[in-house]
T-cell receptor, first 116, second 115 residues
């Protein structure tokens, strides 16, 4: 079974600085998708960024980018120019490509705080 | 389109009571997922619908849980004889179902507290 591990329960960053959130996963599949979701306090989960495993190029979305290391099964999220609105729980998630069920397998999440 | 909606947002019930939650997916989405999220944990998959067909159920879904999606539109999740261990956030998500673009969009969740 696939597993997703987020070993850092909490992180803090100064506003305007850069922070990296770590995620590792375990799978025997060669093709899959990886995601970072953001869950602000008392608000719904939203997709931050996605990465297809067959793509070597790291995904970027504005201030958010990933460092995808397939051999190491590592998928970290870098947030540049951190803003107060980035404070939230961040979840790393995995999804298979094959099969009808595209359920997500999530890590435990990391709470990010942003200091003004 | 206003996104995925869930009702109610909060539910407090006494142990042994039955509760029912509703999820309205994004209108053109044919896949609908239910997840459960306990405090300090990531969401865990419960069950999944492709249109009106329930195609997979997690082992987490005991026989006290039942989900339906009549006519492939909204879905309901019912918990019978609630237990304190059922206290959690119940999240619904929907997606188009296209393999390469099957991004799941989440609703705000229903927070269940069982006293």
């Amino acid at each position: 079974a696939q597993t997703v591990t987020q070993s850092q329960p909490e992180m803090s960053v100064q506003e305007a600085e850069t922070v990296t959130l770590s995620c590792t996963y375990d799978t025997s599949e060669s093709d899959y998708y990886l995601f970072w979701y953001k869950q602000p306090p008392s608000r719904q989960m939203i997709l931050v960024i996605r990465q297809e495993a067959y793509k070597q190029q790291n995904a970027t979305e504005n201030r958010f980018s990933v460092n995808f290391q397939k051999a190491a099964k590592s998928f970290s999220l870098k947030i540049s120019d951190s803003q107060l609105g980035d404070a939230a729980m961040y979840f790393c998630a995995y999804r298979e490509v094959t099969g009808a069920n595209s359920k997500l397998t999530f890590g435990k999440g990391i709470t990010l705080s942003v200091r003004p | 389109d206003t996104g995925v909606s869930q009702d109610p947002r909060h539910k407090i019930t006494k142990r042994g009571q039955n509760v029912t939650f509703r999820c309205d997916p994004i209108s053109e989405h044919n896949r609908l997922y239910w997840y459960r999220q306990t405090l300090g944990q990531g969401p865990e998959f419960l069950t999944y619908f492709q249109n009106e067909a329930q195609l997979e159920k997690s082992r987490l879904l005991s026989d006290r849980f039942s989900a339906e999606r009549p006519k492939g539109s909204f879905s309901t999740l019912e918990i019978q004889r609630t237990e304190q261990g059922d206290s959690a956030m119940y999240l619904c998500a929907s997606s188009l179902g296209a393999p390469l673009t099957d991004t799941q969009y989440f609703g705000p969740g229903t927070r269940l507290t069982v006293l």
